[in-house]
Each structure stands twice: as C-alpha cells, then as structure tokens.
C-alpha cells in the first residue's frame, strides 16, 4: 500500500514552505511601505491567500485525485506544454536556489565576513540534494523535525516584551505610507509556497484532509507573522524600524547569554532548517515537472537539477543582487501561485462540459 501523507505532516510541511527569509524583513517591509501600525496588513494579505487557497481548493474538488500533470496534458498538446514546464521548472528552482544563497549571504555578512560564500552554497546544495532524493514522504518527517527546532526561537521574541513600548505603535493607521503593487506583491510573496499544495494530489486521500491543511498552515503562518512583527513594531517604532535591514536579525542581538557572544549568529544558524524545507520544496517542485518531461532516473534528474541552481547562484554575488533577483522572482512565483490555479480550473469545466470527466 502507498504510503499517504497524515494531515499533520501535510500542514507542517506547507507551513514550513511559506515561512523563509522574508521573516527577516517583513517588519521593515511593512513599515516602510504602510507606515505607521504596518503591521494591520497582514490580516489582508491573510484573506488574499485564503481565497488563492480556495482556488486551490476548486481544482482539487474537480481534479478528484488527478495529478495537474494528468489534467493538464488531457486538453493541451505537448509541444505547448513543455515550453510551459520549462518555464515552471525555471522559476520553481531559481526560486529555491536564491532563496538559500540569500540565507547564505546573509549568514556571511553577519557571521563569517571573509569567508567564501560559495562553499556554503555547495555544502547547503549538497544537502538539499539528499533532501529531495528522498521523496515527499521523508521531506515531510524531516519538516516535522525541523519545525520543533525552530519553534524555539519564536517563543524567545516573548523576551522582549519587558522592552515593549505601546506609545511607539501610534493610535494612527498607515500614516506616511509609501504603497504600491510591487509593495503590496512583495509582501503578498511572504505568503506563498501553499501552492506546492497542487503537486501533493497524488500523495494524498481523503485522510489528509489537503485544503484544511493548507488553510490551517496559512493560518499558522500569518500569526507568527503579526506575532513577530507586532513586538518589532512595538519594540522600533515604525520610523526607527523603516531604516533597519534586518530588523528580526537585529532583535536577536539583544539576547545575551553567559556561555556564548553573537548570539544572532547562534538563532540564525538554527534557521537553516527552515530554509532547507523551504528551497527544498521548490526544488522538489521542479524535480517534479521534470520527471514528467524526462523519462530518467530520479537521482539523476535531480543532480543535474542542484548543479544547474548551483551554478546559477554563482551570477548573483552581492546581497543587493540577490535581492533584487528575489524580488523579481518572487513576482513571477506569486503569479504562478494566483494564475496557475486558474488555468486548472478552467480545464476542468472543460473536461466536464465535453463529459471527458464525471
């Protein structure tokens, strides 16, 4: 019997998926583009992804089990496919591959200035590597793992507390604010990784209970992300809190203890396992696609998969680079997550009205 996931791995797993480095800069983010109280977008952006979730929801009531692969070369030829799964594949794996040289550029910044980041992109790529040669399955026992290893560190942001300040929240409402799409997008892309959730149809039943799952991760997601950026809010003031990088990182920093100096360097170190999951679905995503283009062993495919982000990550050296590379991704990657969808759906009906399906 096919080993199925349980809801509680499924909803881990795209937990971990969404949360990544933006944690890092989402309060400096808000602040910067909704000004005062910034935070009061999230719960926005909270019932935004809800109804992307809901889209998702819509193929998997039609799909009834179908793989998107199936669904999708039912109704479009493959000569118009492939072009579309080279694009998916690009932009799943270029996402993933930049969302670990960004933790790494950041973790040589703060951490290891002279070291050669290259060698930590290696030693990161390597272990994504075995990661995703292990399958979904064994992806989400080691999410499980690595989500109580984090949860930790969110339960020290309780310590700055005694540093809270109330007045510095303001009884205003988005004063001075700088909004934009690309602000309101990049924020929106702190969300997404729920839609990973289209390529679990086949390792799933009626046990897993998918769409809860993903509702309650995106749930999950959205109050560690008021929890966190509410105490930075309250922690800065908006106007301090605008002109900080990586206010999270900062925060941290605070944090002194007998035994160890750097301790931002000791908790960001512990995030890795959270940036593993969340490269690593991408990846996995990627693999994915490709398997249904290429008819080649697994290990093989995701070899050349991890040498070809591995080699990407090399044009990119710079923090800004990086970031500017992210951004532009993370646009692409959240109209995949809103559009992808849509096109399922359309299908669908299709295959209904012409009574491909019942």
Known sequence: MTEKLSPFHATILIYMTQI???????????????????WLMLPIAFLLSTLNILLIAVVYHLAKGRSIFKILEQSIPKFILYPLYSVLIGIWSVTGCLIAKYYIIVFQMVAYPTANPTIFKFIVDVLLFLLIIKGIYNIAKAATIFHWLTVPLLLLMLFYFRDFDWARLTPFVFRDHHMSVSGALNIYFNFIGFEVGLLLFPYINRKTKLIKSLLVSNSMVTIVYIYVTFIAFGFYGYKHLSTIQFPILNILAYVQLPFVQGTENLFYGFFLFSILITAGMYLWAALETTQTMIRAPKKLLALILVIAVFSIALVPDTLVEVMNWSSNLGYLATGIAIVFPILLIILLLTQRIRGEIT
């Not at 309060?27 to 910034?38: H, V």
């Open 20 to 38: 990544g480095m933006g944690l890092f800069t989402l309060p400096r983010l808000l602040a910067e583009k909704f000004g005062t109280n910034g």
